[in-house]
């Protein structure tokens, strides 16, 4: 099985940044992405970068605060100027047979378990 595993959650106040890694059991897949789940919104993309780590895509929400990234090893989110609405559950998503996923929910197969982000 392919593991997802999340870390960099936490507390945080208004106006503060974080970094979330995401850690492969095997290897990155060929795109990766970040979802959300917040109190008031169903599970919802975040960001997404495709295989070569160049193209990237943004949520509104995140644009111009977030910047997603990869390595060999890692996926990172890089969370800046948060607000209290950023507070939610912070999930790594990944899939092996698409070079691009985008911000679509249904285009990952492999997730994560999950980290808190609490902005307050």
């Known amino acids: 099985h392919v593991q997802l595993v999340e870390s960099g959650g936490g507390s945080v106040q208004a106006g503060g940044s974080l970094r979330l890694s995401c850690t492969a059991s095997?290897?990155?897949?060929?795109?990766m992405g970040w979802f959300r789940q917040t109190p008031e919104n169903e599970r919802e993309g975040v960001a997404a970068?495709?295989?070569?780590?160049?193209t990237k895509d943004y949520a509104d929400f995140a644009r111009g605060r977030f910047t997603i990234s990869r390595d060999a090893s890692k996926m990172y989110l890089q969370m800046d100027t948060l607000n209290t609405d950023d507070t939610g559950v912070y999930y790594c998503?990944?899939?092996?047979?698409?070079?691009?996923?985008?911000?679509?929910?249904?285009?990952?197969?492999?997730w994560g378990q999950g980290t808190q982000v609490t902005v307050s």
């Open positions: 095997i290897y990155n897949g060929d795109c």
């Open positions: 970068i495709a295989v070569g780590g160049i």
């Open positions: 998503a990944a899939e092996f047979n698409r070079p691009w996923g985008a911000l679509q929910r249904r285009a990952y197969t492999y």
